[in-house]
């Protein structure tokens, strides 16, 4: 009911905004993506003399899921006094079309505790994340030439066909997901389209537990890989 519109939560979350910002009156609001928050919000926030600053783990304006972005979001834009993306691409793109304020922070990430990584691992290629027409192209490329691989994720028999060479497991998150990356030797990355041409989290995630990452190549990519 939400995605349809019938849902009033998105109201009740703009006024339960207002309602605290009145109570607390901040300075600076950190909005991340923004799906949720309508424009005329914004312009009421900016009213009362409120700094907005937008940090947003995805593409602004050209969305490739559902959860990637909305109206809202791209609605929202110009209200924002700085931007905040991971991608150098993108940061020219919101100047030059949007005319807006943005500044360049690359994915990172921390764990809180150190990493076991194991001294055997499997010979075989991994890749875990949800199936799509790119994805399934690439493994399947890779059975062709008769290399062993292992994904993990829902519906990726309905992308690849049973294959001698291919085993298929269900979905990990989280700290299962690090646990099953480093016990492969290689682990598979991609790009989804708003990540073209810049890097990803598995970027740092998959060399952070002992794995080579096979990735496509770009500058920002190769730029984070020196400095893990």
């Known amino acids: 009911s939400y995605r349809a519109g019938f849902s009033n939560i998105l109201r009740k979350i703009n006024l339960s905004l207002l309602r605290k910002v009145d109570s607390v009156e901040p300075d ?49 834009i110009k209200y924002f006094d700085l931007h905040i993306t991971y991608s150098k691409e993108i940061k020219r793109e919101l100047e030059s079309k949007f005319k807006v304020y943005c500044e360049w922070l690359p994915f990172g990430y921390s764990f809180s505790k150190e990493p076991i990584i194991e001294d055997v691992k499997k010979n075989r ?21 008769k290399i062993e691989v292992d994904v993990y994720g829902n519906n990726w028999k309905k992308f690849i066909s049973n294959h ?57 990519q190769r730029l984070s890989l020196i400095h893990i």
């Open 28 to 76: 600076v609001i950190l909005v991340f993506k923004g799906m949720e928050i309508f424009p005329k919000t914004l312009t009421k926030l900016k009213d009362r003399g409120i700094r907005l600053v937008n940090y947003n783990l995805d593409h602004p304006f050209e969305h490739s899921s559902k959860g990637a972005g909305n109206r809202n979001v791209i609605d929202g």
């Open 125 to 145: 290629v991994c890749f875990i994340g949800v199936p799509d027409i790119d994805r399934a192209s690439i493994v399947s490329e890779l059975l062709r030439n």
């Open 164 to 220: 001698k060479l291919l085993k298929v497991f269900p979905p990990v998150y989280g700290q299962e997901l690090f646990s099953v990356a480093k016990d492969y030797s290689i682990q598979l990355n991609t790009f989804r389209s708003h990540n073209k041409n810049s890097h990803n989290m598995r970027t740092f995630e998959m060399p952070a537990v002992g794995c080579v990452l096979v990735s496509p190549t770009s500058a920002e």
